[in-house]
């Protein structure tokens, strides 16, 4: 029974990964009938957990069994459903909503949800991205370019692509290899900085995350 249950923590952790990400893909290519198949199968996860925690110390072979089965259900569903949606969406924007994963795919779900509650449609995303891409962005470079004055240190200050981010256009329209190539260079200069203020790391990393998924609507929907 204790291999089962460990196999339960390790699945659970990636159950709720693919389950965001599905999630997320549902908000930007809605189906209805994979929608319902998402319902199934967490009605069968949570039955699953709920069955599991209180079986802990039976060891009979029926609850090993439909345990194990429950496993591969699970399993099985969420790669069928995960199969069949992303065959609407570009590979790069599947890598890389794939490279995601904990808190920041909660927060791009529930983000990207507030978009669309605000705009009314997919089909208005990235209206409502380039009317408040420009302040907004702005807004987060000179954080960036304060961050890397403030803790970058004197070795690393020449590497970093200082100048590049202070002159940035914001008011022009981003491709997606303008956003590609921005992101590679704000990604690249936060990983390359050690900040010792948990606050102000804190705050890079929320604004990051809202650029991240400025990026992530760039490169899964046609400019």
């Known amino acids: 029974m204790i291999e089962i249950v460990s196999k339960i923590m390790k699945f659970r952790k990636e159950v709720i990964a693919k389950m965001d ?4 893909l549902l908000l930007l290519y809605p189906n209805e009938e994979l929608s319902q198949s998402m319902a199934y199968v967490t009605d069968i996860y949570a039955s699953m957990l709920e069955f599991a925690e209180g079986n802990l110390d039976n ?11 429950d496993v591969e259900t699970v399993n099985n569903i969420l790669n069928d459903i995960k199969e069949d949606i992303s065959s609407n969406f570009k590979l790069v924007s599947l890598l890389f909503l794939e490279s995601l994963k904990g808190e920041i795919l909660v927060y791009f779900y ?3 949800a507030d978009i669309l509650d605000n705009v009314g449609s997919i089909n208005n995303i990235l209206e409502y991205i380039n009317q408040n891409k420009s302040n907004e962005l702005r807004r987060f470079l000179d954080q960036v370019v304060n961050y890397i004055k403030i803790y970058a240190t004197e070795k690393d200050y020449h590497l970093l692509p200082l100048n590049y981010l202070e002159n940035v256009n914001c008011e022009e329209t981003f491709n997606t290899k303008k956003w590609t190539e921005l992101y590679n260079n ?3 200069t936060l990983k390359y900085i050690n900040c010792p203020n948990v606050v102000d790391e804190e705050k890079i990393k929320e604004a990051f995350w809202e650029f991240e998924l400025y990026y992530y609507i760039s490169i899964t929907i046609d400019m």
């Open 21 to 24: 990400r599905i999630n997320i």
């Open 59 to 69: 060891e009979e072979a029926s609850v090993i069994n439909r345990l194990t089965n």
């Open 110 to 112: 529930e983000k990207l």
């Open 186 to 188: 704000v990604r690249f």
